[in-house]
């Protein structure tokens, strides 16, 4: 009875914390609601636990923002170029933690690519906006 319990109540913030971040849980998305928060749901076969990240939506967000450096990186490494990215990735947080890779970056070959854009001034140019626009969070049960 104590294990129901305290299940239940698990479930219950993980809702929370879903509608309040996304604007829906994901049982009320599933069930037809339309989210509005700034962050997603994301799905939990998407979830890579040894890297801590939602693969489906690294591959979006670079693909979306990116797509000129994932090209050229494809074209010298196009059996692992995946692989290449991750690899690289794992490695730099490992030694130089995940704030640094934020803030500066991912070097892979020929190519760097930006793991987030920060947040604009009130007078920074419209690709700064959107750029910032571009950045996918998630919420991962």
Same mark, same amino acid.
């Given at each position: 009875?104590?294990?129901? %319990?305290?299940?239940?109540?698990?479930? +219950?913030?993980?809702?929370?914390?879903?509608?309040? =971040?996304?604007?829906?849980?994901?049982?009320? @998305? +599933?069930?037809?609601?339309? $989210?509005?928060?700034?962050?997603?749901?994301?799905?939990?076969?998407?979830?890579? $636990?040894? =890297?801590?990240?939602?693969?489906?939506?690294?591959?979006?967000? @670079?693909?979306?923002?990116?797509?000129?450096? =994932?090209?050229?990186?494809?074209?010298?490494?196009? $059996?692992?170029?995946? $692989?290449?990215?991750?690899?690289?990735?794992?490695? @730099?947080?490992?030694?130089?933690?995940?704030?640094?890779?934020?803030?500066?970056?991912?070097? %892979?070959?020929?190519?760097?690519?930006?793991?987030?854009?920060?947040?604009? =001034?009130?007078?920074?140019?419209?690709?700064?906006?959107?750029?910032?626009? +571009?950045?996918?969070?998630?919420?991962?049960?």
């Amino acid at each position: 009875m104590n294990v129901a %319990v305290s299940n239940t109540k698990e479930i +219950a913030l993980e809702q929370a914390v879903e509608r309040r =971040l996304c604007g829906a849980s994901s049982e009320e @998305l +599933a069930a037809g609601a339309i $989210a509005s928060g700034p962050f997603r749901i994301g799905q939990p076969a998407d979830f890579d $636990a040894t =890297l801590a990240l939602d693969r489906a939506k690294f591959w979006e967000f @670079l693909e979306t923002t990116q797509s000129k450096d =994932l090209d050229k990186l494809k074209q010298h490494n196009p $059996a692992d170029w995946q $692989a290449k990215i991750t690899g690289q990735l794992d490695k @730099l947080i490992k030694s130089k933690g995940l704030l640094h890779v934020l803030k500066k970056g991912l070097p %892979v070959d020929n190519a760097h690519f930006h793991l987030m854009y920060p947040a604009p =001034l009130a007078s920074s140019a419209q690709k700064v906006h959107d750029n910032f626009a +571009a950045n996918i969070w998630s919420v991962t049960r």
